[in-house]
């Protein structure tokens, strides 16, 4: 039998495509083994949001370059946006395909077969979005169900819609059928997956905007939780909160990348939105009847931000005192609008700002973090971490709480485990990025 290895680099988005290209790939014939010194096919599913990850694929590539026994593939954003310049620099690779032609996956394995060892799929010429009858899942109780694909905004600094293609939403008929399924299949928590998922747009005759959607989905038999990721502000719209308002099984978090704090940079990132505008949405989520938590990105560095625009981001923490963050800095990506500006910012800035930025938010998380010591919190337990000997778990509000069980300290000998579980625990300690507790037995 063909054995196949396949690594992954980047979003949830990449992680779930991989699921999908796995169940492909087995349905052709083909077996995954755990290393890629088994394997006749390896493949690289990558990011290319940052250079850092697209580097790191390169030197996985190096690995290869005298193994004629084995095909190479390279999948996702660096290969739809490097193209088959990937074949000029990594001559060994024999498969380069872009996220947009993963339905011609199995013709492209026909090519390989054959002996064609350069094969591509690059076209972003497509309406499809990548569906499987079946998609093997990393996680038994946690899914991603994928309801929008590609990139319609223009941002200056992302290579997104040049790697993703337009944006392209599933029939809600279909993304409804699916739910249902992982639900009988036994998982209880679903996470909608788009790159920017509260664009999605019904293409059927029902027409559901993403509110809706959320709403009908809240609503399905045995589903304990559904959250979303990422939302983009131009998309987002008072419905979404309201929906969160109106039933617990929609989980209280709302991932809102903001990228910036000062209008005058947003308008250069063309983000489409302003401070205000961002702050509007932000007070919505202040206002809802059920706690929610806020987590964001920041990119800092981007050309032409002056100091007064980097203080305008540090006040836009304090304003709205995020859970947590993710900040970058500003990171050239090719064919993209930033490239032609001027006053792009030394490594040495950026690394600084970067550091200013994290540490803000640090001392934000402690007293917000510090507000759940007494509290009890409902969590879908994910795991065991045997240095700490502490079992782990997330609360509705995507918050990692570590805690001790009297009745079952740790997994035991006979499989018997607490992942997937429910369970109560009081918070008793936390950090600037951690919760721990005891659970309520």
Same mark, same amino acid.
């Given at each position: 039998?063909?054995?196949?290895?396949?690594?992954?680099?980047?979003?949830?988005?990449?992680? #779930?495509?991989?699921?999908? @290209?796995?169940?492909?790939?087995?349905?052709?014939?083909?077996?995954?083994?755990?290393?890629?010194?088994?394997?006749?096919? @390896?493949?690289?599913?990558?990011?290319?949001?940052?250079?850092?990850?697209?580097?790191?694929?390169?030197?996985?590539?190096?690995?290869?370059?005298? $193994?004629?026994?084995?095909?190479?593939?390279?999948?996702?954003?660096?290969?739809?946006?490097?193209?088959?310049?990937?074949?000029?620099?990594?001559?060994?690779?024999?498969?380069?395909?872009?996220?947009?032609?993963?339905?011609?996956?199995?013709?492209?394995?026909?090519?390989?077969?054959?002996?064609?060892?350069?094969?591509?799929?690059?076209? +972003?010429?497509?309406?499809?979005?990548?569906?499987?009858?079946?998609?093997?899942?990393?996680?038994?109780?946690?899914?991603?169900?994928?309801?929008?694909?590609?990139?319609?905004?223009?941002?200056?600094?992302?290579?997104?819609?040049?790697?993703?293609?337009?944006?392209?939403?599933?029939?809600?008929?279909?993304?409804?059928?699916?739910?249902?399924?992982?639900?009988?299949?036994?998982?209880?928590?679903?996470? =909608?997956?788009?790159?920017?998922?509260?664009?999605?747009?019904?293409?059927?005759?029902?027409?559901?905007?993403?509110?809706?959607? =959320? $709403?009908? %989905?809240?609503?399905?038999?045995?589903?304990?939780?559904?959250?979303?990721?990422?939302?983009?502000?131009?998309?987002?719209?008072?419905?979404?909160?309201?929906? %969160?308002?109106?039933?617990?099984?929609?989980?209280?978090?709302? #991932?809102?990348?903001?990228?910036?704090?000062?209008?005058?940079?947003?308008?250069?990132?063309?983000?489409?939105?302003? $401070?205000?505008?961002?702050?509007?949405?932000?007070?919505?989520?202040?206002?809802?009847?059920?706690?929610?938590?806020?987590?964001?990105?920041? %990119?800092?560095?981007?050309?032409?931000?002056?100091?007064?625009?980097?203080?305008?981001?540090?006040?836009?923490?304090?304003? @709205?005192?995020?859970?947590?963050?993710?900040?970058?800095?500003?990171?050239?990506?090719?064919?993209?609008?930033?490239?032609?500006?001027?006053?792009?910012?030394?490594?040495?800035?950026?690394?600084?700002?970067?550091?200013?930025?994290?540490?803000?938010?640090?001392?934000?998380?402690?007293?917000?973090?510090?507000?759940?010591?007494? $509290?009890?919190?409902?969590?879908?337990?994910?795991?065991?971490?045997?240095?700490?000997?502490?079992? +782990?778990?997330?609360?509705?509000?995507?918050?990692?709480?570590?805690?001790?069980?009297?009745?079952?300290?740790?997994?035991?000998?006979?499989?018997?485990?607490?992942?997937?579980?429910?369970?109560?625990?009081?918070?008793?300690?936390?950090?600037?990025?951690?919760?721990?507790?005891?659970?309520?037995?």
């Amino acid at each position: 039998m063909k054995k196949f290895y396949i690594e992954t680099f980047g979003c949830q988005m990449n992680a #779930h495509d991989s699921e999908k @290209v796995i169940v492909t790939l087995t349905g052709e014939g083909y077996s995954q083994v755990a290393t890629p010194d088994e394997a006749d096919l @390896v493949l690289y599913n990558t990011c290319s949001i940052r250079d850092k990850a697209e580097q790191k694929v390169y030197a996985r590539l190096q690995d290869f370059k005298k $193994r004629k026994d084995k095909i190479v593939g390279v999948l996702g954003c660096v290969a739809q946006q490097e193209g088959e310049k990937i074949f000029e620099r990594a001559p060994h690779v024999g498969l380069v395909a872009g996220s947009a032609s993963y339905n011609l996956l199995p013709q492209m394995l026909v090519q390989i077969e054959a002996g064609n060892r350069r094969v591509t799929g690059l076209s +972003l010429d497509t309406d499809d979005t990548f569906e499987v009858p079946y998609t093997k899942r990393d996680n038994p109780h946690k899914a991603f169900l994928t309801i929008i694909e590609g990139c319609s905004k223009s941002c200056a600094y992302c290579v997104v819609p040049m790697t993703r293609g337009p944006e392209r939403s599933r029939t809600s008929a279909s993304v409804f059928e699916e739910a249902r399924n992982l639900v009988a299949d036994g998982y209880s928590e679903i996470t =909608l997956l788009g790159q920017n998922v509260n664009s999605y747009r019904d293409p059927s005759e029902a027409g559901l905007d993403f509110a809706t959607l =959320l $709403r009908e %989905i809240g609503e399905i038999d045995g589903l304990k939780r559904v959250r979303f990721t990422t939302s983009h502000p131009r998309d987002f719209v008072k419905e979404i909160v309201d929906a %969160i308002d109106s039933n617990p099984v929609l989980c209280n978090h709302i #991932h809102l990348p903001v990228q910036s704090g000062s209008t005058a940079v947003l308008d250069r990132m063309q983000r489409l939105y302003t $401070r205000d505008e961002y702050l509007r949405q932000i007070e919505w989520m202040k206002n809802a009847k059920r706690e929610i938590t806020i987590t964001s990105d920041i %990119i800092v560095g981007f050309p032409g931000e002056t100091e007064a625009d980097f203080e305008s981001t540090l006040r836009l923490l304090d304003e @709205v005192e995020y859970d947590a963050i993710f900040s970058f800095k500003y990171s050239q990506r090719p064919n993209t609008p930033a490239l032609q500006y001027a006053d792009h910012m030394t490594e040495e800035e950026k690394s600084r700002r970067l550091t200013i930025v994290q540490e803000h938010q640090r001392q934000i998380q402690i007293p917000r973090n510090a507000a759940y010591i007494g $509290r009890v919190e409902e969590v879908l337990v994910d795991g065991y971490n045997k240095a700490t000997q502490q079992w +782990l778990g997330k609360n509705t509000q995507h918050k990692t709480i570590a805690f001790g069980h009297a009745v079952m300290p740790a997994p035991k000998d006979d499989g018997t485990t607490l992942e997937g579980s429910y369970l109560n625990v009081r918070v008793t300690r936390s950090g600037p990025n951690s919760l721990s507790g005891e659970a309520v037995v």
